[in-house]
């Protein structure tokens, strides 16, 4: 007679049926390969993603600082730059105005003649993983000049020869970029003369172009 919830014996003549054995050896070797294998496809699209998503945000924290010092030099009528420290880790900038009527100059910003409109401060995400510069091995096109390529690849602040940025009272600038690398990726902040117009440009390295 079978009782509810009771365990039921074999039948005679009938094998009893095993109770379930854990994993063999050969289970956990393929189980451990196939992790492997999903763990190759995703991890390196993954970190690509992020190494990319880093430098987009560092381009973006310069380019608000461009922008500040811009909007501080239309509104007060008056020369101002913004000055990268780039011997300093993390980098650190300021934005400075002219306190002598010659313009901002890194060496009077140095004498303490043309005085910070705001302390230093320090790009957030410019570090270890996104720094000024161009990646090892790469020597890419010029974007304003798309039939050459670049050259002084250990200057990658090139507003003249300088690391100083200056907006006059209408906002605009000398033209100038600033490039910088995840060490892969390359990215390129520009600033136009005309209009003080500040971009983001990414360059596609297997192309050859900017965008």
Known sequence: MRVPGSVI??????????????????????GAAL?????????????RWSARLRLELVCSEVVTGLRQAQFHAFTHSQFVGLKYWTQSQPVRWGVYRDGDGDGVLTADIRRGHDPPVRLHGAQGRLGASVWFG?????????PGDPGRYLDRLHDPIRFGRSDLVVFNHLGTSSPGTLYLTNGWDLAAVRVTNRSGRVRILHYDRHREVWR
Request: proline content about 16%; glycine content about 6%; hydrophobic content about 45%.
């Open 35 to 47: 992790v492997a294998t999903i763990l190759t496809l995703v991890v390196p699209p993954l970190w």
């Open 134 to 142: 161009f990646p090892l091995g790469l020597r890419p096109r010029d």
């Open 9 to 30: 014996e074999s039948q005679p003549g009938r094998p009893r049926r095993a109770a379930p054995a854990g994993y063999t050896l050969i289970e956990v070797v393929l």
